[in-house]
């Protein structure tokens, strides 16, 4: 796994770099950029003409994120988040069903849009998102080699927002997104043709920078 390390550090480092270029257009009284964290449960299964049938099944996910308010409608927000997957799925090549659990590193970059109605502010977004898996395991043994290191997907939901301004806590949020994969997550051994198919729930806190 030392390619999905490597990407993953790029992918950081590159989160980062938006926020040191962001900084500087942040010195006014409000500032336009917020950190966050968010964490709930992932609902998540595989879709695809190797799965005969399957079971969304709860798993663990959590993360950063960075929010740049360009306006008071729109904003921009790349996260980086870990998830664990679990599925049940009846593979139709194999004739038998299978369990599998995956960890997950994800990259989504939103693009949110907001009602003007704060302190109780609705949103909706969408946007890309790149996952690394670090992990796959099925009926409890190592499958790393049955599934590719990549996967890319996109993501829709949306949010509902209630502003404290309390300190440096700025935000917290209920935060609801579907996620599909665009791309065979399979690699081999009856998986060839499996993607990704996920409901994650959310909390979340900002804090102004």
């Keep these: 796994m ?22 500087p257009m942040s010195s006014q009284a409000q500032s336009p950029i917020d950190l966050g964290v968010r964490g709930g449960v992932t609902q998540a299964t595989f879709y695809g003409d190797d799965v005969a049938s399957n079971d969304f099944r709860p798993g663990f996910t959590g ?17 980086v988040l870990y998830s664990r ?11 038998n069903d299978i369990r599998v659990r995956q960890d997950v590193i994800e990259i989504p970059v939103l693009l ?27 009926d409890g043994e190592d499958a790393d080699d049955d599934f590719n290191d990549a996967e890319f997907s996109g993501v ?6 209630y ?14 997104r579907y996620n599909i994969g665009f791309t065979d997550l399979g690699d ?17 806190l900002r804090f102004d920078l």
């Design 85 to 95: 997957r679990g599925t049940k799925n009846h593979n139709s090549a194999a004739g």
């Design 163 to 176: 502003a404290l301004n309390k300190g440096p806590l700025s935000e917290i949020a209920l935060d609801g």
């Design 2 to 23: 030392q390619t999905v390390t490597s990407k993953l550090t790029a992918s950081i480092a590159t989160l980062a770099l938006l926020v040191g270029f962001a900084l």
């Design 63 to 79: 993360g950063v994120f960075l929010n740049y308010q360009v306006n008071e409608a729109f904003a921009v927000q790349p996260e």
């Design 112 to 138: 949110k849009l907001s009602a003007p109605t704060a302190p109780v502010t609705p949103r909706i977004y969408v946007g890309p998102a790149l996952g690394f898996v670090t992990n796959s395991e099925i």
């Design 188 to 204: 081999a051994n009856n998986f060839e043709d499996v993607s990704t198919s996920a409901f994650t729930g959310t909390l979340s």
């Design 156 to 161: 829709v939901g949306g949010e509902i927002a």
